[in-house]
């Protein structure tokens, strides 16, 4: 064996690979100076009144055909909204609404008739919107347990969930406030003497229903204390397939805002009279809440919201507005350019 020859091609090896990495680190060490001295190409443009006018010009020519679109697509939403707090409450309950809400002896049950305003074409949405609910508050959205929804009692720390982590010395699934006070009015709805199906499927994110909540945990010790919070959960449905709780467990950040209940998968016809059988169980009263219910369609930008639409034009009108202002300033009072360099050449400067 020639140990000799292969010393001698491993060092001529090393040496080849090297000298070919010496260029890279050069480049690369060079690259760092260039980068920490700021001295890296880059791109400095001028911003003379003529360029600035344009773009501020041209971006509210842009934004206000967007706002007026994305208002027209709002507008083209129908929606029937109903607040029935108020009205499904008893005349000589009217002067002590807690006292109703808080009587069970006392029917909740309700009727309430809405006309088609104009052709609502399938689907057609149905929500519940709560006013005043401040579903933000901060002891309100940390009272919850995701490892709990997700691995039932196998994870059996309830702490977060006081005050309603336990009850009679066992864990409570699912555990906290938000669960405990799960909106509980139910709706049922009929044109004429037909009865609309309500489809109540695929009302939750996909991602809740398969990634957050568990599919063998079910309910337990729910709604088993002296103080009931709202609605109750099938013990024998998972957490999974319990929709109405997936919805009300992502908390709102407004104290307004609007919960999904199911869909009419039917066309409704202008001037259809469709009644609501509603049972008024969820309790508003105590805080000043207002309940109503929402059938909505929706477009291509989703359900009505003028928000968006009117932005776009404000800011498109307040940059069309500037333009014009910088374009009478520049007018009249032009002034001298400076070099790319920013070396003022003013004249007299010499002197």
């Known amino acids: 064996m020639d140990v000799e020859g292969s010393s001698t091609l491993s060092r001529n090896g090393a040496q080849s690979v090297e000298s070919r990495s010496r260029p890279v680190r050069r480049h690369l060490d060079d690259a760092v ?62 002067s002590q609404k807690v006292a109703y809400i808080k009587d069970t002896s006392v029917s909740k049950n309700c009727t309430r008739y809405l006309k088609v305003p104009q052709n609502m074409k399938a689907p057609i949405y149905i929500y519940y919107q709560l006013d005043n609910y401040y579903q933000n508050h901060r002891r309100y959205v940390k009272s919850r347990s ?127 009279l469709i009644m609501v059988n509603l049972v008024n169980n969820y309790n508003t009263y105590s805080f000043g809440g207002r309940k109503k219910l929402v059938l909505s369609t929706t477009s291509w930008l989703g359900g009505r919201n003028n928000f968006l639409g009117m932005s776009y034009v404000a800011v498109g009108s307040s940059f069309i507005f500037l333009s014009f202002v910088f374009l009478l300033l520049h007018v009249k009072n032009p002034r001298p350019y400076g070099d790319t360099n920013l070396s003022w050449n003013w004249k007299g400067m010499s002197n």
């Open 146 to 272: 995701d490892n709990q929804l997700l691995h039932g009692l196998q994870y059996n720390d309830t702490s977060s969930c006081n005050p309603e982590g336990e009850n009679n010395g066992l864990p409570i699934v699912p555990c906290g406030l938000i669960a405990w006070s799960l909106f509980n009015d139910t709706y049922s709805f009929f044109n004429g003497a037909d009865a609309i199906k309500v489809n109540r499927k695929n009302i939750a994110w996909r991602s809740d229903r398969e990634h957050k909540y568990g599919k063998d945990i079910y309910p337990s010790n729910f709604q088993s204390g002296s103080l009931i919070g709202g609605a109750t959960l099938d013990p024998n449905i998972p957490l999974s397939d319990q929709e109405d709780l997936i919805v009300w467990m992502r908390t709102a950040a407004l104290p307004t805002f609007r919960k999904l209940y199911g869909r009419i998968e039917v066309d409704l016809e202008e001037g259809d």
């Open 33 to 94: 100076y260039q980068f920490t001295q700021q001295n890296l190409p880059a791109c400095k443009p001028v911003l003379t009144p003529a360029w600035v006018i344009s773009m501020f010009f041209l971006i509210g020519v842009i934004f206000i055909p967007i706002g007026l679109l994305c208002l027209y697509a709002s507008e083209s939403v129908i929606e029937i909204v109903d607040r029935y707090d108020i009205d499904c409450v008893p005349n000589n309950f009217k």
